[in-house]
């Protein structure tokens, strides 16, 4: 299975940028997965990267390096309601369907 | 998009209560859905991963006989937490996945489960 690492919590200031980073083991890869996670709520998916580069949704863009096992979720124009917890999620094994997730990153948004 | 509803969102029950929960999706065919539970602060933790027509397949430590899974149809999977207990007050969280693994899983709203 996988072994993601993520950072436990950050904090950013409303209006700025945050890049939360995602380390992941290789074997078995097909793709990574980033929900975001409000308190209290089921995660939602923001976005999925199975090629290197930079993919772009609006505010939100994710990043990926198969060779180097790494991800990161890149958050623009920091808004209050972006506060919540980013979960990276990979599958847990070639052929799988189940996700391993992270812990979560819990991301407060200061004014 | 993907649509995942969950029923009931909030349960409040005495102990010795067996609890079912639903979990459907909306406009899309799901072979394969997953259970999860989740403790205030933690992360989410798999329960089992119940594919349609077939048993489910529980994770270590996740009790099949309490937890009683059935997907009987595409869009239809349900979990009954029998003799509930206040330790199994939680909020638990199923998801769809399309069939292809370039998909998404699609989580429904959770339900949030207190025994008292």
């Known amino acids: 299975g996988q072994n993601i690492d993520q950072p436990t919590e950050m904090t950013a200031t409303e209006g700025a940028i945050v890049q939360i980073n995602c380390t992941y083991q290789t074997s078995g890869f097909n793709g990574l997965f980033w929900y975001q996670q409000h308190a209290g709520e089921a995660p939602t998916f923001l976005s999925y990267?199975?090629?290197?580069g930079l993919e772009e949704k609006g505010r939100f863009s994710s990043f990926l390096s198969r060779s180097k096992g790494y991800s990161y979720l890149l958050l623009k124009e920091l808004q209050m309601k972006d506060s919540a917890s980013y979960l990276c999620?990979?599958?847990?094994?070639?052929?799988?369907?189940?996700?391993?997730f992270g812990k979560g990153t819990k991301l407060s948004v200061i004014p | 998009g993907a649509v995942v509803s969950q029923h009931p969102s909030w349960v409040i029950c005495k102990s010795g209560t067996s609890v079912k929960i639903e979990c459907r999706s909306l406009?899309?065919?799901?072979?394969?859905m997953f259970w999860y539970r989740q403790f205030p602060k933690q992360s989410l933790m798999l329960m089992a991963t119940?594919?349609?027509?077939?048993?489910?397949?529980?994770e270590q430590g996740v009790e099949k006989d309490k937890f009683l899974i059935n997907h009987a149809s595409l869009t239809l999977s349900t979990l009954t937490v029998t003799s509930a207990h206040p330790e199994d007050s939680s909020f638990y969280i199923c998801?769809?996945?399309?069939?292809?693994?370039?998909?998404?899983?699609?989580f429904g709203d959770g339900t949030r489960l207190s025994i008292l």
């Open positions: 406009d899309f065919q799901a072979t394969t």
């Open positions: 999620a990979g599958y847990s094994g070639a052929g799988s369907y189940q996700l391993t």
């Open positions: 119940s594919n349609e027509g077939s048993k489910a397949t529980y």
């Open positions: 990267n199975v090629l290197d």
């Open positions: 998801s769809a996945q399309q069939t292809s693994r370039n998909q998404p899983q699609h």
